[in-house]
């Protein structure tokens, strides 16, 4: 397999967490730097503005509005103010379900977090979702349905089978990141997603490359692990997750059918 020419040109990081590095201004050179497209999600709509107001410097940071599944039980409150967020990018993350917790009361607040922010999301017609779904898969799937009519990335995804099947079939992307390619199942999973739906995240910092916190362009490491799986060069590894990220983010999504298979 030939190595790339060009590793730094043209990545893609669909889930990473700028807010949570203290050393903002040096992360964003870095990605500017590189030209990597990098979707910049918070956790809850109180640090929202902080990743903003960085992104008006940079076309390639691209910031997301969240509310972490892990954080309703403290942060619910700020549902609300997440909605006129929603005005001012294209991009809601992290959101989603975690099933981590066996507390009934603590999953139903999740789910009516999760469905009140697809819904809202619904309405605008274009935006991308960045889901979390640990232990949750089935039920993030049913929240989110067939008929969501913007774009949905389900990051680190862990399901079953079954539930990618479903996943496909609600017209879901995937994110892999470094843990994924790492693991025998991730890498199972991997191998059995359409290579129209797949892009690349790093999760930095929870992620660790090289014994520090993943940044966005240490997804060059995992694009050389799916140019493995997929037996093609890195830059035609590349290529393929940059059209995918086009796809994502077209405009007319009624006009682009994806393929299931």
């Known amino acids: 397999m030939r190595k790339s020419d060009s590793d730094s040109d043209g990545l893609?990081?669909?889930?990473?967490?700028?807010?949570?590095?203290?050393?903002?201004?040096?992360?964003?050179a870095e990605i500017a730097s590189r030209r990597v497209r990098t979707i910049a999600v918070t956790n809850a709509p109180s640090v929202f503005h902080h990743t903003l107001k960085f992104s008006?410097?940079?076309?390639?940071?691209?910031p997301a509005v969240g509310l972490h599944p892990e954080l309703?039980?403290?942060?619910?409150?700020?549902?609300?103010?997440?909605?006129?967020?929603?005005?001012?990018?294209?991009?809601?993350?992290?959101?989603?379900?975690?099933?981590?917790t066996s507390d009934r009361e603590n999953r139903a607040a999740q789910r009516g977090v999760f469905s009140s922010i697809?819904?809202?999301?619904?309405?605008?017609?274009?935006?991308?979702?960045?889901?979390?779904?640990?232990?949750?898969a089935a039920d993030v799937i049913a929240v989110?349905?067939?008929?969501?009519?913007?774009?949905?990335?389900l990051h680190w995804f862990s399901g079953s089978r079954r539930d990618l099947?479903?996943?496909?079939?609600?017209?879901?992307?995937?994110?892999?990141?470094?843990?994924?390619?790492?693991?025998s199942n991730g890498l199972s999973l991997l191998s059995a997603m359409p290579r129209d739906?797949?892009?690349?995240?790093?999760?930095?910092?929870?992620?660790?490359?090289?014994?520090?916190?993943?940044?966005?362009?240490?997804?060059a490491s995992v694009v050389e692990a799916i140019a493995q799986v997929w037996n093609v060069?890195?830059?035609?590894?590349?290529?393929?997750?940059?059209?995918?990220?086009e796809s994502l983010l077209a405009t007319d999504l009624r006009s682009r059918p994806l393929a299931t298979a």
């Open 233 to 245: 060069s890195q830059d035609e590894t590349k290529s393929t997750i940059s059209r995918n990220f």
């Open 118 to 136: 697809v819904e809202r999301c619904a309405t605008y017609g274009d935006k991308v979702l960045s889901v979390h779904s640990r232990r949750s």
């Open 144 to 153: 989110i349905g067939g008929n969501y009519p913007g774009r949905v990335i």
């Open 12 to 28: 893609v990081d669909a889930h990473f967490h700028f807010d949570l590095f203290k050393d903002s201004a040096e992360v964003l």
């Open 56 to 62: 008006r410097t940079s076309p390639y940071l691209l």
């Open 165 to 183: 099947d479903r996943g496909l079939e609600a017209g879901c992307f995937f994110s892999v990141g470094p843990a994924m390619v790492k693991s």
């Open 197 to 219: 739906r797949v892009l690349t995240e790093t999760d930095g910092p929870f992620v660790q490359s090289g014994g520090r916190p993943a940044r966005p362009g240490d997804v």
């Open 72 to 100: 309703v039980a403290t942060h619910g409150r700020e549902l609300d103010s997440m909605w006129p967020l929603l005005d001012q990018t294209r991009f809601v993350g992290e959101v989603g379900l975690d099933y981590v």
